[in-house]
């Protein structure tokens, strides 16, 4: 039998399941046989879980394994796409499984086949005898996810449909059948929210993008990632409120109702589209707008099933101005940090708009995991800097920001700051900012106009220097990316999510998110304190992740994060042993205070009306 | 008084009195603390455990910078503990520290910035009153009071060693320092405490050795300077000097890096430096001699000025292009980067740089002059040693490492 190194293993083993080896975030190009193949099983990702499932011995050597092993060229494409989000090389999982199978053929083991059995050909009746498997290895790759509470559940098959038609048709097969089903929109959940015993819906195939500029929407299949739909409304000079890069629009606009800072403007859930059509889990196709539908604009406080399966979303366009740019606004304190950006939310200035934590700060900015400990620490500690209040403004935005702030990072700044924090960091230079015992805050000097030139010769701002955090092998690559200016460019970088990619970079992230209304500090104080104490008490690895405000800010979605190795059963066992106390917590929470709501509870209803999750009449 | 003149000076012959030094971790509170500890007395000091380390680390770690030998670091008894922490004194005096004679209150934050409001009142009024109430409770009969010579806040000329009930100040430190005094005042006048206040002006390294366990105050600047000289030096030796030039920093021709930095001064005036050896020296002697209480400047009575230290620093660091000059310099010429860093920092510290308050030494001078004890002058070759120590050190980063 061939040998599994543990090394590698265990390099297998922390795939975040995040695909951002399936969307081309870099210009990098993609994992050749990715495109060709569409199974997540012939990504990056896929094969990371052959590796980890060869190892556990929880699936054979099966055709398609054999076939994704080969069709991994070693090109070394996933090394920087992954390493860039979750610091993780996969180059050497991808040579280990060549190898493996290799050993395996030399040594002559055998190559498990499947049985097609009726299911399986009546589903490649619907969709093609390519798009619909039973392949262990196959299944394996949709079986399970980071989440450690969700156990790992085989599915019996894994069909890639390619029209609307054929998926109504796979849910009435599936309704006769008896067999459970479950939709990836792009092969990954991180919740464990999407296994299923029956079918996996893997709707990759369906990518679709139509834009109807006289409409302002785009048409959009429920195969085509975040990352995509922004990248095209770009070109056109538009925009949309985008979910995660790697994430499906239409996926997540059902399950979440899509949030990003941008929701200070663009709202969230019903917000987001136009329309959307979705075939019922009666095998019915229809669109949210027929008045003769199901209303799935109304929000039920429960959780709900969602409408059935999104076969394509009229996705919202945005204008934008050839002015916008970022700007971070420093703050010690937790309260003024979202005072201010409440009154930005009132106001109505500035596009996108969130509080951050100099664990979101630190984590975004920088390229390694050790840096970003090291920003971590040195951003409270010697610049007093404990949030910023980050936004996205046009010219007069700025103004406004610059008269009402007392100190502004702009985007000339952040990009030194960036290219430059390996020095910031510097044990010397942060002593001299630690014991400044002048009148103004460190980050106000920072942040005076006037101290550019000295900043650029402490910070020595370039890709190379900031190329000097990541591995040796890797510096190149990042001198070529950080080259680019779209790298250190806030709109473009915020529109886009990648760098907010890295915030499981640490460790799997537990990502909790709770609708607030922004003027209650105390409720903040006590939705916060009390995910930080459950952590405490269960010797949880947390942190606040961001606030939002929206709808004028007067409320806001909040995000607390616990962070976990997924690969430890201790770990596993803490999350666990935390998760129900966290629960009645909250709903004891929510059904004191109005406007406080766990967004489980939009699970699923990401369609309905803002106004009925986060009012309450 | 809880305690009468000659039962205090027997106590203290027979080394019986137990002396609690607070702030013991700090700059001043240690060398106190390893001054009375090396005179024989029975010394408790009291500190929080920080950055990881206990109390008791970080004293065996002081001790080895002081070079205690075993057996008076022995003998030193080290009390963890943070004098800000609710009913500390009340546990304390039932506890650990029941049975205290005197106490040598140093801890204290020296921080001047209106943004540190909060801290410095903290550390300077709180924490004051809560080391008074444990001397009331502990039976202890002396009370040491470290303050500063600034409690005489935005006066001009002569400043006499008496009580000041009222401002104005100049800045946070000053204010709730000279709020403490009062307290301290009110609280042994009413429990019949002795009560003495020592008064130093700005405390820097030891004018001997120029070691120091500080690097602020006094040092700041330089250090600030030298960092940014090396920077350049790189930017100029490395990268093709671009980032130098445009600020005008070059290379003189003596090898020195010219750095055009305009430091603003008024033209009378300078600061009122004390090497810690000095005001160690000077604390002994009223400790000892001043039995009856009083209020005890320690200064220096020939201010440094600003150009001199300047000059000084030129010289040590082969640093060139830094001036002083009149405001009216930069009504001509706006402040540069390097200008405005200096500013913004010095800013806090201008009313101690061009100061024309003398300190009166009518208490303090008879006891200090006693024993010959004489501040010393503040000249090149004192500014020498202690930079050099600050070198060596790295401006404190290497202290422990030897």
Known sequence: MPRIDDRVRATAAQCRHYAMCKIDYLATGLCPSGPEKHFVTYYPQGRMDLYRGLAEGRIPVTEALVEAADTCTLCGVCDPQCHFATGLRPTSVMSALKGYVEDHRREKGPVVRTVEDEDLRNIREIVGRDWATNDPAVLWTYADDPFPLAPPQMPRYVVLPGTREEVAAIVRLAGERGLDLAIRGNGGSVFGFVFTDGVVLDMSRMRTIEFDLDNWVAAVGPGVTSFELQQEACRRGLRVNAAEPAATVCGNLVCTGTFSTWSNVYGTAADNFVDMEFVGRDGRIFRLNDKRGPNHFAFEHRVAPSPGVCTKAFVKLHPMTDDEEGLLVPFEGLDEAVRFARELGQRRIGLALAV????????????????????????????????????????????????????????????????????????????????????????????????????????????????????????????????????????????????????????????????????????????????????????????????????????????????????????????????????????????????????????SQGCARKDGFLYRV | MRIETGPLLEKRAARASRILVTGAAGFLGSHIAVALLRAGHRVAVLARASKGRSARDRFARLAAWFGLDERTTAALEVVEGDVLDAGWAAAESRGGLAGIDEIVHCASSTAFSERKRAEVEAANVDGLRNVLDLAVRSGCGFFHHVSTAYVAGRRTGPCREDWVEAGPFTNVYEETKARGEIMARDACRHEGLRLNVYRPTIVYGDSRTGRTLRFNALYYPVKAAVYLRDIYLTDIRERGGRKAAGLGIRLSESGGLVMPIRIEVAPAGGLNLVPVDHCVRAFMAIFEDGLDGGIYHIANPRPTRIEDLVAFGKRRFQMEGIETCGPEAFAAQPKNALEVLYDSYLEVYRPYMQDTRSFDTANAAPILGKRGLVCPVFDYEVFLRCMDYAVEADWGSKLFDR
């Open chain 1, 356 to 603: 951050l934590g100099a664990h979101y700060i630190a984590t975004f900015l920088t390229p390694d995991e050790g840096l970003a400990g090291r920003v971590k620490a040195a951003l409270p500690e010697a610049l007093g800097i404990n949030y910023v209040v980050f936004t996205i403004a046009d010219r007069f935005g700025r103004e406004a920001i610059r008269m009402m702030a007392p100190a502004v990072i702009d985007s000339s700044l952040l990009r030194l700051l960036m290219l430059g924090l390996p020095r910031l960091v510097e044990p010397r230079w942060l002593d001299l900012v630690r014991s400044y015992e002048g009148g103004l805050r460190p980050f106000e000097i920072l942040c005076r106009p006037e101290m550019r030139p000295v900043i650029e010769a402490v910070l020595q701002p370039s890709p190379e220097t900031i190329s000097e955090c990541v591995p040796e092998g890797l510096r190149p690559f990042y001198r070529e990316l950080y080259a680019r200016p779209e790298m250190t460019d806030m709109v473009w970088l915020n529109m886009h999510r990648i760098v907010s990619a890295r915030m499981s970079r640490r460790k799997h992230m537990v990502a909790f998110l709770v609708y607030v209304p922004t003027d209650r500090l105390d409720v903040i104080h006590e939705v916060i304190g009390g995910f930080g104490r459950v952590a405490g008490e269960h010797g949880l690895d947390h942190d606040f992740g961001f606030l939002t405000p929206m709808d004028l800010g007067k409320r806001a979605i909040l995000e607390y994060d616990y962070y976990i190795d997924h690969t430890d059963p201790l770990e596993k066992d803490k999350i666990a042993r935390a998760m129900p106390v966290l629960e009645p917590w909250l709903d004891a929470l929510a059904a004191r205070v109005p406007g406080v709501l766990s967004l489980k509870y939009v699970f």
